[in-house]
């Protein structure tokens, strides 16, 4: 009786083994795929196009419809080597509707001079590039607790 108890634990580990072994291949095929994308998205970014659904990251190549606002923002209580300073984040919209922001950095001091240069270079560009980053959460607020939250269309 010990002897069969033993083989079925024996076994069960063992197919326990092999069936994490088959995910973790699953996993690192997934991994590479999206190692591979993001690579190819940096390397050969697309024009942005308003009519297709972007569901990865992705790096696309921002047109004349897309435009900067000039006055930054500056989201205070960022450290940076024990240093207290800023992360200053610029607006981007896109036929003047809010679309993303772009972070100009860590700043030690709300410098608009520097701020504005920046501003000033990145409009001179040629083209720029742009990286979407989605948020995969999927829940909706339950509006019958005590705190309701609205939900917002990405």
Known sequence: MKLKSLTFVFLFISFVTF???V???YRLNWKNDLIENINNSVNSPKI???NEEYEELIT????NE???IDSPI??????QQGKVGYHAVLPLTYNNKFYSVINLGWLSDKNLEYVSNLIKEIKNRDSLFHTLVFSNFDGKNISNK???LRDFNA
């Open 19 to 21: 069936i994490l072994g």
């Open 23 to 25: 995910w973790q291949l």
């Open 48 to 50: 942005y196009d308003s």
């Open 60 to 63: 696309i190549s921002l047109n």
């Open 66 to 68: 897309f435009d900067l």
């Open 74 to 79: 500056f989201l205070e209580s960022k450290t």
């Open 146 to 148: 005590v705190m309701v």
